[in-house]
């Protein structure tokens, strides 16, 4: 904790001078990663490629200092940011005070998710875990279904509240209009590097790449062209740019619909949080909350529920330790590369690959869960299973597992918390588990 609180340090002091002193780029970087990864495994020259997408991408979403919203969306997708509230949180920082708004994200995301939201900040390959990566639209912690986007009000809570054991950190200077905009940033953002990475992964699957010359992506210079052949050829290849960028849209638009739902069992105890569960146990209700501790811990480490696979026996997150999150796998094993053989993996890294780091099954001991703690946070985070990490969903079976069993595994789970806990929550005896 004492190595984190060091690299929050450095990272908001960086981020200080980062801000005041690095300009905005007219134009948003290049995915190199998910192109030459191609090149690099299939041998496609993707230079084209990328320049076609690109192109694609400005035309739709403009610049880091002019973004913009698609055009001709319906009304419902059209309403899924403010052009208003992207301009806020875009462009260069201005000063504190200034009657001219933007800026917020550079000065308060920029400097760990970089310009793009690659994760690949001035400071995002210093810190562990990386910043997120917001271009395969994957997120963590949400109360959305596994394969589903966040809410607002997922994204809104994770930029006020800051995300614990990580370098995301509360920002108290944000109002609720800051907040508002930064989640449309972030959308904006995940939205347009999403379809460029649909882009380039159709122009690999569709095209002939290898042909003299290439077939295109999208033939750019009959763009402005009103009739005749070229007109109707590039007509059909914008209809394969629009086609995802709306189903994108669209999957943003659901996410309110896909809320994993949580009612609180009546039946078995449930502590709101880590004090609630010490004083708990300590009370007349010990009996039957120490009783479903024991089922949880039955299930944890069962082969049926496999928890103890990645977390131990003891939960102390010394498990299964060699595995790698789906950032990493997208450009190292879903191509056949090795994610340990840094040496071929150099030219990606030269590209902004950050290094392949393993992934850390949490460490119940020391009572941090970064996707909150609450009894109805946990509860989603087992039932989804966690978005872009080896972290399934749960799979239930009749009579041996099932879904009130969740409650016991949270028990279990808050039983093995030894951090630090006030003596005033427990009363004069403190209660040590």
Same mark, same amino acid.
């Given at each position: 904790m004492k190595r984190l609180a060091l690299i929050v340090g450095m990272v908001a002091s960086i981020s200080t001078l980062v801000g005041c002193q690095q300009e905005i780029p007219d134009t948003f970087e290049t995915n190199l990663v998910q192109s030459h990864k191609y090149a690099m495994t299939k041998g496609l020259p993707m230079d084209q490629v990328a320049k076609d997408s690109n192109w694609a991408l400005q035309r739709l979403f403009g610049t880091p200092n002019e973004p913009r919203i698609p055009e001709g969306l319906d009304e419902e997708l059209? &309403?899924?940011?403010? !052009?208003?509230?992207?301009?806020?949180?875009?462009?260069?920082?201005?000063?504190?005070? &200034?009657? /001219?708004?933007?800026? !917020?994200?550079?000065?308060?995301?920029?400097?760990?998710h *970089?310009?793009?939201? &690659?994760?690949?900040?001035?400071? =995002?390959?210093? !810190?562990?875990?990386?910043?997120?990566?917001?271009?395969?639209g994957v997120f963590k912690f949400k109360s959305t279904s596994r394969s589903g986007k966040p809410t607002r009000d997922d994204l809104a809570k994770l930029i006020r509240n800051g995300i614990k054991g990580t370098a995301m950190v509360p920002i108290p200077a944000l109002t609720d209009e800051d907040v508002q905009s930064l989640v #449309?940033?972030? +959308?904006? @953002? &995940?939205?347009?590097?999403?379809?460029?990475? +649909?882009?380039?992964?159709?122009? /690999?699957m569709d095209l002939d790449l290898e042909a003299d010359p290439p077939e295109r992506l999208l033939d750019t210079e009959y763009s402005s062209v009103t009739d005749g052949e070229n007109a109707e050829m590039f007509k059909e290849q914008w209809e394969y740019v629009i086609e995802p960028m709306e189903e994108i849209g669209l999957e943003w638009l659901e996410a309110s619909d896909d809320v994993t739902e949580v009612e609180l069992p009546t039946d078995i105890p449930m502590p709101k949080d880590r004090a609630a569960f010490v004083a708990m146990l300590a009370s007349e209700?010990?009996?039957?909350?120490?009783?479903? /501790?024991?089922? *949880?811990?039955?299930?944890?480490?069962?082969? @049926? /529920?496999?928890? $103890?696979?990645?977390? =131990?026996?003891?939960?102390?997150?010394d498990g299964q330790t060699n595995d790698f999150d789906d950032w990493t796998k997208d450009w190292t094993a879903k191509v056949g590369? #090795?994610?340990? #053989?840094? $040496?071929?993996?150099?030219? !990606?890294l030269a590209r902004g690959a950050l290094p392949p780091v393993n992934i850390q099954p949490r460490n119940f001991a020391e009572g941090v869960f970064r996707g909150g703690s609450a009894p109805e946070d946990l509860y989603r985070r087992i039932i989804n299973g966690i978005a872009g990490t080896p972290m399934p969903a749960a799979t239930f079976v009749d009579g041996k597992f099932e879904r009130d069993d969740v409650w016991h595994l949270i028990n279990f789970i808050r039983s093995l918390d030894k951090s630090e806990l006030p003596t005033e929550v427990v009363g004069e005896q403190p209660v040590t588990l």
């Open positions: 059209a &309403s899924l940011i403010s !052009l208003e509230r992207l301009k806020r949180a875009a462009g260069p920082i201005q000063p504190e005070g &200034s009657e /001219v708004a933007g800026g !917020l994200y550079r000065r308060h995301c920029a400097t760990c *970089g310009e793009s939201g &690659s994760g690949r900040g001035p400071t =995002g390959a210093i !810190l562990n875990p990386y910043p997120r990566d917001y271009r395969m #449309d940033y972030v +959308i904006y @953002l &995940s939205w347009r590097g999403e379809l460029e990475r +649909i882009l380039i992964d159709t122009a /690999v209700k010990g009996a039957e909350l120490q009783a479903s /501790v024991d089922r *949880g811990r039955e299930l944890f480490g069962s082969e @049926l /529920v496999g928890c $103890a696979k990645c977390h =131990g026996k003891e939960g102390k997150g590369l #090795d994610p340990k #053989d840094t $040496a071929a993996l150099t030219p !990606l």
